[in-house]
């Protein structure tokens, strides 16, 4: 239980398309710098995630100072990568993210009871996982994110070899 009622902000990273879940920063609401994300971090962020990785053609993003900003706009312009911006007020643009952000919700925030910002990492990173890794998507054909990925690895690999 933290001393004083405080807020756990977290700023979440996933791939639409896999329904994988590449990143959840979890911060302290008590702290300025855990709340507000900075665009340098943002593009690290983008960075370490991508490392290995095809980049998307489109990364989907609020219109957030830390998403706007010239680092972020810089670094997907070296990367062919176009920024899409949902429109303020209107969620349904995000369909799958804020998808994601209510599983979140509902599977693992709302049923735990944080002693710290510490333990909050650890919870949610093991929930990140299980979402990955072991619980199924009806979007995918009741596969997990990580079986769905493989498969289409396969086939990518297949068409390849084939083509």
Request: charged share 30%; hydrophobic share 30%; proline share 5%.
């Amino acid at each position: 239980m933290f001393p004083c009622p405080r807020l756990i902000c977290t700023h979440k990273i996933s791939s639409s398309g896999r329904r994988e879940s590449t990143n959840i920063k979890i911060g302290d609401s008590s702290n300025e710098k855990d709340v507000s994300i900075k665009s340098e971090r943002v593009r690290h962020i983008l960075e370490k995630v991508c490392v290995g990785k095809d980049f998307p053609e489109i990364i989907r993003s609020d219109n957030g100072s830390e998403f706007i900003s010239k680092a972020v706009g810089g670094w997907l312009k070296e990367n062919g990568i176009k920024p899409l911006f949902i429109e303020p007020g209107k969620p349904w643009q995000n369909g799958k993210g804020e998808s994601f952000n209510g599983k979140l919700r509902d599977e693992c925030l709302r049923r735990e009871w944080f002693s710290s910002v510490k333990e909050a990492q650890v919870v949610i990173e093991c929930w990140r996982k299980f979402y990955n890794e072991k619980r199924p998507h009806s979007s995918l054909g009741y596969l997990t994110p990580l079986e769905f990925k493989s498969r289409m690895e396969n086939i990518k690999s297949l068409a390849i070899q084939l083509g």
